[in-house]
């Protein structure tokens, strides 16, 4: 089997798991952010750098609760998901939102079409060597000077690691390897937040503001 072939089976996997529990995932999502005073700040500071500046896509969008939040903020926003069970109920929650069902890998923009991105806890399911070419492919599609926002399982001093999440395998990462990987794709960092998980969660949760700068794909050392 080649690369490719183990790359699309893996998408096909997870995508077939999150439409086996898609109500449920729902149902856990739907108001989560209330409870997150921090993570709502960090979604304010990227919706404050991005507003008005052009269209932004919500990577991964789930059931949508982020992508809808990101509306209420004033955003010219859409959504992308593999699950076409988690599509479906994001279109009936988040009305007026365009959502598709698709691959973040492989993005149906132009070069530079975008202002801004978030990838909100949807990198977690991939083998870690696969994350360069979909943090290129965020690249690929944001403007120079656009930003993206970047929030996953941070690793708490150890290692890239799998844990076993509830869906599907998920990877935990070092927050200064998450941030090496997206500067190596063409993203500079803009802050940072790290936050202790809460009684609920096992894990403290990372999140990462970047911002492109230059053309896609070029040596920003030249």
């Known amino acids: 089997m080649n690369e490719s072939s183990r790359t699309t089976d893996h998408l096909r996997a997870t995508a077939d798991a999150y439409d086996g529990l898609a109500d449920l995932y729902a149902d856990h999502a739907r108001g989560a952010l209330a409870c997150l005073p921090l993570d709502r700040a960090v979604i ?17 969008s789930g059931s949508g609760e982020v992508t809808g939040h990101l509306r209420d903020l004033g955003l010219d926003v859409c959504g992308v998901d593999l699950s076409p069970a988690l599509v479906a109920i994001a279109r009936r929650e988040v009305p007026g939102v365009a959502f598709r069902v698709g691959s973040m890998g492989d993005l149906d923009a132009a070069d530079g079409a975008l202002a801004g991105a978030v990838s909100w806890y949807s990198l977690i399911h991939l083998p870690p060597e696969e994350v360069p ?40 990462w070092p927050v200064e390897e998450m941030a090496a990987a997206a500067g190596t794709a063409g993203f500079t960092e803009v802050g940072r937040m790290l936050r202790e998980p809460l009684e609920e969660e096992r894990f403290r949760r990372g999140h990462l503001l970047m911002r492109a700068d230059g053309a896609p794909g070029s040596d920003r050392s030249s």
């Open 133 to 172: 070419a979909y943090l290129a492919e965020f690249r690929r599609v944001l403007a120079p000077g656009g930003h993206l926002l970047l929030a996953f399982f941070e690793a708490e001093g150890g290692p890239v690691a799998p844990f076993d999440h509830a869906v599907a395998t998920a990877y935990r």
């Open 44 to 60: 304010s500071a990227f919706a404050d750098l991005v507003r008005g500046a052009g269209p932004v896509i919500e990577l991964g």
